[in-house]
């Protein structure tokens, strides 16, 4: 070719500027000369396209194309045709070998703490942090699909003034002009709206932007707001406080529409808690009980001994009751169906003083919180078992009500959004868009060119959490570290560097901030460095956790006690954040879009979800098409039919329904925001429900709900026989016993998963999918039944419609000693090693699927199409070179990490053979797990943990009378004694 | 009337015959020995690099270590290609006009790597670990021939699972003590058949069936 | 075209009683070189064509995009594509053993049947044996699954049943095809003859005889091998055709027992079951007799050829249908029984799913096209309906195809774990997969209806000259009483000498002959005899009646079986050891299937190989052929001729011995001397 040069200058400008192989960066070059004479000697017709008025679809082609030919073209075959060295090698990278750092992970601005383990300077995979004082070593979904989020082609890569590439250098001067202005009025117009902050450096800016400009409001937006649980504190103690439980003290739980276990800021820690708690109390015999109402089904409702579908709009009458019960009083407002779980949990909380636990959740009103505190305070509950602590998130800033009244009121002058979405956001109640359109300058910065950016006049890249520095509390109060594990792909700024620079007029520098924010006025340089080392590397300030506080209630305002009302026919509408994309803000990730909802199996959409009898009396089915309206404003999606939702209850997720042109979200699911009402973001009471007439089937992984008879699930009640049986492993057959395990091997690798401490969380699955490469096949696919995960998790129901149990039974590869399926093949693709584990040689793989066919378990995954091959050239970056990216036509499965086994072995064998450690390989779905439910290792080591767990009397093997001898076992579940259920 | 054939077709038809039966047994034999040649391999074959480094001169003439150069080789999976800073430590005082490095002095004055051509390319799916080997009492020269010998270095076997199994099945038949490890021109000593298995069992070398699981490098 | 047509015998005969051997030769023979029915042929062929094309785009879709195209899911990974190889295969097995079996106990019948029988196993195998390719998600590997030395060292998979399967295949396609060869081997010679008889008479009529007729004998005469139909040629056909055949059946129990392995072999419910070889074994011929049976109708009916395929065959294949149709029902039977009896539950819910699920429509085809239609064959007058034989036919076909599909995707959907059940939903390119492959055999069905002989010209001879013999021997008499011994001189008595020939009219003339010549100057005179049908009556006198190649059936099979047995121990055992399933290293069981197949067919092989070497052949050019009228060797004369052997030859004392012969007693047509 002739321009040889010219592709090397514009993939410098490409690399320098505004990144690769994304379309919207190309946008930036398009009208450089150097493109212009490239697409004339390549593409001499595409030339001609390139000035028409289909401009943007051509360029998206050309991106295509680039990844192809032009700017792929020094890494042809693989890469590994050639080899580039360093220039100056690096200290610490080794090429090839991991190197691991400690950062947090965010939601909503509460922090988790993370390592991030990189590669050759590129992160690949977050695992817990096991030192963190709140993590504990777990992470959930999002913080497993962070990774992918750095990488995300969809991500934002270019400063954008109106809708046209720009730079930080024309950002910088319009800023600065406008500058003089604003403090001129002491920043009066200047509005802020942040995202939960919870980050000391970050308060510490925003203080002193404050201080710069005193007249500036700053506002909160946050789809998941907590601003129910601080103004239900507010009422009970008079001022805000974070609740925590402190299970290891308690002796039961109730839980009022509370989400403890699930996704949220409190998951990670509270379900290690719990399920920590749960297993000492079953081995001192006295399980701890969890009663659960809930107005639509959770995860928290999921895992309860006693559970019970109640109304949202009843929950604070339940409240009511419990406390008049807790006070020896009666339950004036109990109805038939709620009588006899509100006896039990009453019995039990009354028989527990002290030692109980009433909590609720996210979506609790203020004033269910204001009860549940009262509750907790009349059963002598709060300093023992309740814990109260100062709020982790800033307070004292507006709500984005305020915001838009303010907006609308056109006081507003200049809006700065860092990092948040409102226009998708908002409650439709408030029609904030509309009121933006009042706001005269609008400064959008985030990780994505989403909703408000195409509403702001400038739109600035935000750094990834993982390209930048910054610091996070968690819900303890803990102040996690954030360090960047790669420079900024795209140019982006982290959000407190903006603010330093508003404040100054200089984009600051992340580290010095954070470093500013930390050090002590005594401190000297030495020891101010030592400790910030030490901090940076275990990834947390130590002892930063806040102190628990006592706290005094108020007096009460008298709560009339109601009778019983009588059945309503209205539709109450409840609102949940998503339990894999959570509020949308992530909703551009692949992974967490295939990720099953844990109790539907829906991917790729949200669903309507409404109780049986409901269903059964408008007559609708799975898949029918409503229409939901209120106050004029209406959303329409796919009825599910969910078990355990209460009667008239019908609930909503959020995250769906995002409208931004080219990206992976658009067009998935409804928007439930439109429907919000602005007072209760939470409940609508009074909307109607009403058939289109049109159905489509939302796309799920798991069809069946029942077991059908069969014991796949078991459960150890307390106090009875061991359920496990040792049985599966002495069935009589003609072969001798198997070979594995009895040539020579070190280790017989096996696992144990403990199906009282799964809570359906599906970290292992997030997990699983960024270490082993494992595709996203996309919604059309997985309708096929071709969904690729290598672990799933099945979950089951049982007892009534109304009020089920619900099992969730993680399912990787059994690691059969027989396994069925390695006879079938024809070439050996999929064969035993000596340590028991059930190969897949991709490389010698036909795709026959013979092997698949076989399994019983059917936990293999075919590449029917090719998934890997079109993937754009930035997500691929975030591949683990360890594990082979399978082709077309391949059949793949769990391996149990042979990666990770096979580099245990190496440092073994470089150490004379020294016997692994127990603990020292860990697969991705247990190192994710947040309750450490999945156990694994060596079975030939008689005191490892994996060994303990196959000696439980809880341990059984599924479909074990099969004799395939599976090697991954299941703990059965708890539950209180049998007489008691 | 003549007879439909004449006495010639006879010949014909037979040999055609016997040439189609000779194709079908010798098409796969030929490919076979054309997968296996050097023409496909490439064993033997020295591209050209941006920079004629010979190893011949600096490893075997000058002594320099392999680990000078190749410094992860005992501890990581890659041997490591040495950064340009390594090549400056040297030829930033000697030969520090020549022609022949100028493309070094570029690229650390630029700060853009050099493009070595790679020689011994492994298929994604094959994980080897250097380290192991070397640390285990494998030669470099086992694999990659003598090195110290090549003006300009090229590929000396190929690497084929057949060449790894060869290995794999027996080690003893190529392990040497650890001292010989770095030693190029290293051949089996007469005593290999009673010295290979004493060091496979000094160095805990699993050897046969384990060694030869298809988990140890596919993954 | 119509003095071709035989009539039809009357009432439950097997053949008409003026069925001559030219008559049958010219009957069968004139389809392929005169082509009637033109036109409806091409647009026949036009159709099928159509869909081979629809079959290469199906192809290149699948082969660019992957199996993914298909409805296939991660439970029902098997699906049409599976279903569709076995039945292909199955039909395949079904005919083969039809026309084997046929051929084994001596059914005089089978000429109108066998033909049909053994192309529509070869078609069904050419078409059964792409599906274990394309169904590959990596097609372009399928020769891993064979053994061949390669550079990673590896073996296939010898305990696999999909192993067995690449064997089974590829054995069958070999056996397929020798058998079918053989059986065509005399019938090519006779169109040979009959193409060259064509260019004579256009050479009379026209002057010279046209290029493309004589470019037709060719291709005949080049396929036919230089079959002379010699006494010695005929009696090697005869044993190898019935060895192959023998080798055949036992073929299809292998290749069927792998098959239904490949399900049985797992743990699956609905699949692990001791009655499903059976079933399947017993479907296959149930579907190979029936399709089978309606393209013997179709033939009947298009080429008019009545006279070969009587009433009586058709109630014959009908009352087969009806007998495999009861043992069909029976193994369905047994497969409730057994299962509702002593099953898991597991098996009882996939036998439930089955009739209730949803994918019922397949089981109620079954039962509505497999077990139900056969029983209609109670009735006499549906037996002798052409149609209704041919519709039954068809049906069969259906539910057998239907049976696979059930069998496969209903265990598959769903089998132990609720959770892992996946509706499946073929989309159109499974179908057009299939439609294509059927594309395929009726486009390579076609091109054998226009070019090779449908009905078996042999066969169909022998059963004329079993069923009336007498006739036929008085028809010879009566031809040889009408005609004059023709000249001895003819012009060639300066060339040197060959050998003598006499013309007969029948077998019985041509052995009286032959007895009276041989005996003496044995050492001269070299013996032999021609004829369009075996001719065991004249072996005895040529010295060669003991001659077998029974021998090298023998030991060609066990040859290959315990090579490949060996292979398989060696490979499993001792060269790359692999821990598969937990079984033994030595598992010594799942090697007898596959070793079983290839004995099969280096059996054949060597068989096949005997049959050409002992009779000398290929050999297009022999001075037999010399033998002024020789093409009616192939029609309905018989020649002896005496080869001379040396200088010590005389030709005037054979001629005079046979012209002295009496007329009842071996007296020839004619006695000629034949150049070299």
Excluded at chain 2, 30 to 54: E, H, K, L, M, N
């Amino acid at each position: 070719m002739t321009g040889h040069h010219d592709i090397g200058a514009i993939r410098a400008r490409l690399a320098s500027g505004d990144g690769p192989a994304f379309w919207r960066s190309l946008d930036a070059v398009a009208d450089t000369p150097e493109f212009r004479s490239y697409l004339e000697a390549e593409f001499p017709a595409a030339a001609r396209l390139a000035a028409s008025p289909e401009r943007r679809g051509f360029l998206k082609l050309m991106a295509a194309s680039f990844a192809l030919a032009g700017l792929s073209a020094c890494d042809s075959s693989d890469g590994r045709h050639y080899e580039l060295p360093y220039v100056n090698a690096p200290e610490r990278i080794l090429p090839g070998a991991p190197l691991s750092y400690a950062s947090s992970a965010l939601l909503d601005g509460f922090a988790n703490g993370i390592l991030v383990t990189t590669r050759n300077g590129r992160p690949l995979k977050i695992e817990g942090n096991p030192d963190h004082p709140w993590s504990l070593g777990g992470t959930d979904v999002l913080a497993q699909a962070s990774v992918l989020g750095l990488y995300d082609p969809f991500r934002s890569q270019a400063v954008q003034h109106i809708g046209r590439p720009s730079s930080w250098a024309a950002f910088q001067g319009a800023m600065l002009a406008q500058m003089p202005a604003w403090q001129a009025k002491g920043g009066e117009g200047l509005a802020l709206l942040t995202g939960p902050v919870t980050s000391p450096s970050l308060e510490a800016e925003i203080a002193r932007m404050r201080k710069t400009y005193p007249a500036m409001r700053w506002y909160v937006s946050a789809g998941v707001a907590r601003d129910g649980l601080y103004e239900g504190a507010r009422r009970a103690f008079g001022r805000p406080f974070e609740t925590l439980p402190e299970f290891a003290k308690a002796r039961t739980i109730v839980s009022l529409d509370g989400d403890m276990l699930d996704l949220g800021p409190g998951q990670v820690g509270l379900a290690r808690r719990w399920s920590d708690a749960r297993k000492a109390s079953y081995a001192a015999g006295n399980l701890l009980t969890l009663h659960a109402a809930a107005a639509t089904p959770t995860l928290t409702s999921a895992k309860a001994d006693y559970g019970i579908a109640v109304a949202a709009t009843r929950m604070e009458a339940l409240a009511r009751d419990l406390l008049s019960l807790a006070e020896g009083g009666t339950a004036p407002s109990a109805d038939d169906a709620s009588a006899a779980w509100l006896e039990r949990a009453s019995a039990a909380l009354n028989a527990a003083r002290g030692a109980g636990i009433v909590t609720t959740g996210l979506s609790g009103s203020p004033a269910l919180h204001a009860l549940v505190h009262r509750l907790n305070g009349a059963l002598g509950n709060a300093g023992t078992t309740v814990r109260h602590t100062a709020p982790a998130q800033a307070i004292g800033a507006g709500t984005l009500r305020d915001l838009s009244t303010a907006m609308a009121e056109g006081s507003v002058e200049t809006l700065i959004v860092l990092g948040v979405n409102p226009v998708y956001e908002a409650p439709g109640a408030l029609d904030f868009a509309q009121a933006m359109e009042r706001v005269p300058l609008k400064i959008h910065a985030g990780l994505y060119f989403d909703e408000t950016a195409a509403h702001s006049d400038w739109h600035l890249p935000l750094a990834h959490p993982l390209e930048s520095w910054g610091d996070a509390r968690s819900l303890d109060g803990t102040v996690g570290l954030i360090q960047p594990t790669v420079a900024p792909l795209y140019n982006g700024r982290a959000a407190n560097e903006l603010l330093g620079f508003l404040d100054r007029g200089t984009i600051g520098n992340g580290l010095d901030l954070l470093k500013q924010r930390m050090r002590g006025e005594s401190e000297t340089d030495a020891t101010f460095q030592a400790r910030f080392e030490e901090a940076l590397r275990s990834g947390f300030l130590p002892d930063s956790a806040a102190k628990p506080e006592t706290t005094v209630l108020t007096e009460a305002a008298s709560a009339p006690a109601k009778p019983p009302e009588a059945p309503q026919e209205t539709i109450e509408v409840v609102f949940r954040p998503d339990p894999t994309i959570w509020d949308g803000t992530l909703a551009d990730l692949g992974w967490l879009q295939e990720l099953p909802k844990p109790l539907t199996k829906i991917v790729w959409e949200n669903v309507v979800g409404v109780s049986p009898k409901l269903a059964e009396r408008r007559g609708l089915a799975n898949g029918d098409i409503v229409r939901i309206a209120a106050d004029g404003r209406a959303i329409e999606g796919p009825v599910w039919i969910t078990p355990g939702q209460a009667e008239n209850t019908v609930s909503l997720g959020l995250g769906y329904g995002r409208n931004v042109p080219d990206h992976l979200a658009k067009g998935l699911g409804y928007a439930a925001n439109v429907l919000r009402p602005a007072m209760d973001p939470w409940l609508l009471e009074g909307a109607t429900l009403a058939a289109t007439g049109q159905r489509r089937m939302p796309a799920t992984t798991q069809d069946l709900g029942t077991m059908e008879g069969m014991d796949l699930v078991r459960v150890q009640h307390q106090g009875a026989k061991p359920v496990g049986d040792a049985k599966a492993y002495e069935l009589a057959s003609f072969y001798p016993k198997p070979a594995a395990a009895e040539r020579g091997a070190e280790a017989a690798w096996a696992m144990a998963i403990d199906l009282d401490s799964c809570i359906g969380c599906n970290a292992c699955i997030t997990a699983c999918q960024s270490e082993n490469n494992i595709p996203v096949v996309g919604r059309e696919e997985v309708e096929r039944g071709r969904w690729m995960g290598w672990l799933r998790v099945d979950r089951y129901f049982s007892g009534t419609l109304d009020a089920p149990e619900t099992h969730f039974q993680p399912v990787p590869c059994m690691h059969c000693e027989n396994a069925p399926c390695e006879v079938g093949c024809p070439v050996e693709a999929t064969l035993h090693d000596s340590e028991g584990l059930n190969l897949q040689v991709y490389n010698r793989c036909v795709g026959t699927r013979t092997c698949q066919s076989y399994c019983p378990y059917k936990v293999r995954r075919f590449n029917y199409l090719d998934y890997t091959g079109d993937m754009p050239v930035v997500a691929q970056q975030q591949r683990n070179p360890d594990v082979t990216v399978r082709a077309r036509g391949v059949m793949e499965k769990c391996t149990y990490c042979v990666q990770r086994i096979a580099a245990a072995r190496i440092d073994s064998a470089k150490d004379a053979h020294a016997p692994i450690p127990d603990g020292a390989v860990e697969t991705a779905c247990q190192g994710a797990c947040p309750t450490r439910a999945i156990t694994f290792g060596n079975l030939s080591d008689p005191r490892s943990r994996i060994a303990a767990a196959r000696a439980d009397g809880r341990n059984y093997a599924l479909l074990g009378e099969l004799n395939t001898r599976p090697r991954t076992t299941y703990l059965a579940s708890l539950a209180p004694p049998a007489k008691e259920g | 009337m003549a007879q439909l054939f004449s006495p010639g077709a006879d010949a014909i038809y037979r040999l055609a015959l016997l040439t189609g039966v000779a194709c079908l047994a010798g098409i796969p034999i030929v490919a076979a020995g054309i997968v296996r040649s050097d023409y496909v391999t490439d064993v033997g074959v020295a591209p050209a690099q941006p920079v004629p480094f010979s190893h011949k001169h600096h490893s075997g003439e000058l002594g320099v270590d392999c680990r000078y150069c190749h410094t992860t080789v005992e501890t990581q999976a890659t041997a490591g290609i040495p950064p340009t800073h390594t090549c400056m430590t040297c030829h930033s005082q000697i030969w520090t006009g020549s022609d022949m490095l100028k493309p070094v002095r570029d690229s650390f004055a630029r700060d853009e790597p050099l493009q070595w051509v790679r020689l011994n390319k492994l298929p994604s799916y094959v994980y080897y670990n250097h380290s192991v080997h070397v640390t285990k009492g494998i030669g470099c020269s086992t694999c990659h021939g003598d090195v110290t010998s090549m003006q300009m270095t090229y590929r000396a076997n190929a690497f084929e699972m057949q060449f790894c199994l060869d290995c794999h099945r027996d080690p003893a038949k190529y392990v040497r003590p650890q001292e010989q490890v770095w030693n190029m021109t290293w051949k089996p000593p007469e005593n290999q058949a009673t010295l290979g298995p004493e060091l496979v069992a000094k160095n805990h070398i699993r050897g046969g069936e384990r060694l030869t699981e298809c988990a140890i490098c596919h993954r | 075209m119509s003095g071709a047509t035989l009539q039809p015998p009357s009432g439950t005969g097997l053949i008409g009683p003026d069925a001559t051997l030219h008559g049958i030769g010219r009957a069968v023979a004139s389809v392929p070189l005169t082509h009637p029915l033109n036109r409806r042929w091409w647009i026949a062929f036009a159709g099928a064509l159509a869909l081979l094309g629809l079959f290469g785009g199906v192809l290149c879709y699948l082969l660019l995009t992957g199996v993914g195209i298909w409805g296939n899911n991660n439970a029902v990974v098997w699906a049409l594509d599976i279903a569709s190889y076995d039945w292909w295969i199955g039909v395949a097995s079904g005919s083969l053993l039809v026309s084997a079996v046929l051929l084994l106990l001596g059914a005089e019948w089978r000429g109108a049947v066998n033909r049909v029988a053994e192309t529509v196993a070869l078609l069904c195998t050419c078409a059964a044996g792409l599906y274990p390719i394309i169904h590959l998600g990596r097609p372009w590997f399928f020769f891993w699954n064979l053994p061949y030395p390669n550079t990673y060292d590896l073996w296939p998979q010898f305990r696999s049943p999909l192993l067995w399967d690449a064997i089974d295949i590829v054995s069958y396609l070999v056996v397929c095809v020798s058998l079918w060869y053989i059986g065509l081997l005399p019938d090519l010679a006779s169109l040979r003859d009959r193409a060259v008889e064509d260019a004579l008479a256009q050479e009379k009529a026209h002057g010279r005889p046209r290029k493309r007729s004589l470019l037709k004998a060719q291709a005949y005469g080049i396929v036919a091998s230089g079959w002379r139909g010699s006494a010695a040629h005929w009696q090697l056909w005869s044993q190898a055709y019935r060895t192959i055949a023998l080798l055949g059946v036992l073929l299809v129990v292998s290749l069927q027992t792998g098959a239904s392995v490949m399900l049985a072999g797992s743990v699956m419910p609905g699949w692990h079951d001791t009655i499903l070889p059976v079933t399947f074994l017993v479907n296959a011929v149930f579907s190979g007799v029936g399709v089978t049976a309606a393209i013997v109708v179709l033939i009947r009916s298009v080429y008019r050829l009545d006279g070969l395929i009587s009433a009586r065959h058709l109630e014959i294949l009908a009352r087969l249908m009806l007998c495999l149709g009861c043992a069909s029902l029976y193994c369905y039977a047994t497969e409730f029984f057994s299962t509702f009896l002593h099953g898991d539950q597991q098996e009882r819910d996939v036998l439930i799913r089955r009739i209730t699920g949803a994918h019922a429509w397949a089981f109620w085809t079954v039962v509505a096209c497999l077990l139900i239609p056969a029983q209609a064959f109670w009735s006499a007058r549906l037996r002798r309906s052409p149609l209704a034989v041919a519709l039954i036919g068809v049906l069969i076909a259906i539910g057998a195809y239907a049976d696979h599909v059930m069998v496969l995707v209903v265990t598959l959907a769903q089998d132990f774990l609720p959770s892992s059940r996946l509706a499946y939903s073929e989309t159109i390119w499974g179908v057009a997969t299939f439609a294509g492959s059927v594309g395929l055999f009726l486009t390579l069905l076609l091109l054998f209806l226009r070019y090779l002989p449908a009905v078996s010209i042999t066969e169909s001879r022998r059963l004329a000259l079993a069923v009336v013999p007498a006739a036929a021997e008085r028809r010879a008499v009566k031809e040889a009483e009408a005609r004059p011994l023709a000249s001895e001189r003819d012009g060639t008595e300066d060339a040197p000498l060959w050998g003598v020939s006499a013309a007969f009219a029948s077998e019985g003339d041509l052995a009286a002959a032959a007895a009276a010549l041989s005996g003496r100057d044995d050492a001269h005179v070299h013996l032999d005899a021609h004829g369009p049908v075996p001719m065991p009556r004249v072996l005895r006198t040529l010295g060669i009646a003991g001659r077998s190649i029974r021998a090298y059936a023998i030991l060609g099979a066990l040859a290959g079986g315990a090579a490949f047995f060996g292979m398989c121990v060696y490979a499993t055992a001792y060269d790359y050891v692999f821990l598969i399933g937990g079984r033994p290293r030595f598992s010594w069981p799942s090697f007898v299937v596959p070793s079983l197949s290839f004995a099969m067919m280096s059996g054949t092989i060597a068989v096949h190989l005997a049959l050409l070497i002992l009779n000398r052949l290929p050999r297009l050019n022999h001075p037999a052929f010399n033998i002024p009228g020789f093409l009616r060797a192939t029609d309905d004369r018989y020649f002896l001729s005496a080869e001379a052997q040396g200088e010590r030859f005389d030709a005037d004392r054979v001629v005079r011995k046979l012209a002295s012969l009496p007329t009842e007693a071996g007296r020839p047509l004619d006695i000629r001397r034949v150049p070299r």
